[in-house]
């Protein structure tokens, strides 16, 4: 079926340097992507999204880029920082009141 | 600041208790999700709410229930709690259409079963 996959299950960085977590989704009809980072007992926060009509979206340090071609994912965060240690989700849906589906998520680790 | 705030942080129950999970949210948000999200996995959909319109997932177990007296409350029942319910409760609200798939999560509740 459809779904929504990470590729790696952790990511260790040291700090300072830049990191990128990967994620492939299936389905060509999604058209809204959005990171989400959860701490360690903590509920989701959201980081960063972007729609399929672009190609790159840029935050505060966070970079999203989406490939449609081939239907990745990425997030990158620049000079990556211990408070950056967390699982990160990617989840895509299909539009407005459509339901969000999380890939698996996958743990950055930040060495000091 | 608007929040989405759960209570308890924590809750034990016994197998076969009923244990009820609360979640208040001050966004004035129309559409209330709750997930369950068990210990290195995605969160996983139960159900939500439109309004008073319930939704719920056709996996969803029936021993989980829910009720949304008003806007700002939600809570989730579960009447008879196995071993295999024990994870993370979380909360979320969305606004209806454009923007609606941004989801504002609570903190969670994490529940035991003993």
């Known amino acids: 079926g459809e779904s929504v996959g990470l590729h790696l299950p952790t990511l260790s960085v040291q700090e300072g340097d830049n990191s990128i977590i990967n994620c492939a989704y299936s389905?060509?009809?999604?058209?809204?992507f959005i990171w989400y980072k959860q701490e360690s007992g903590k509920g989701p926060q959201f980081i960063i999204d972007i729609r399929s009509n672009m190609d790159k979206r840029q935050g505060q340090r966070v970079t999203v880029l989406l490939n449609k071609t081939v239907k990745h994912l990425s997030l990158q965060i620049a000079a990556t920082q211990p408070g950056d240690s967390a699982v990160y989700f990617c989840a895509e849906t299909q539009g407005a009141n459509s339901k969000l589906t999380f890939g698996k998520g996958i743990t950055l680790s930040v060495r000091p | 600041d608007a929040m989405v705030i759960q209570n308890p942080r924590y809750q034990v129950t016994q197998f076969g208790k009923p244990v009820t999970l609360s979640c208040s949210q001050t966004?004035?948000?129309?559409?209330m999700y709750w997930y369950q999200q068990k210990s290195s996995q995605a969160p996983k959909l139960l159900f939500h709410?439109?309004?008073?319109?319930?939704?719920n997932e056709a996996d969803t177990p029936d021993n989980f229930q829910s009720r949304r007296p008003n806007t700002s409350f939600c809570f989730l029942d579960i009447r008879s709690p196995g071993l295999g319910d024990a994870a993370m409760y979380l909360c979320?609200?969305?606004?209806?259409?454009?923007?609606?798939?941004?989801?504002?999560f609570g903190s969670g509740t994490q529940l035991s079963v003993l």
């Open positions: 709410y439109y309004d008073k319109d319930f939704n």
């Open positions: 389905n060509s009809a999604s058209d809204y």
């Open positions: 966004l004035n948000h129309n559409v």
């Open positions: 979320a609200t969305s606004r209806p259409g454009i923007g609606s798939e941004k989801l504002f």
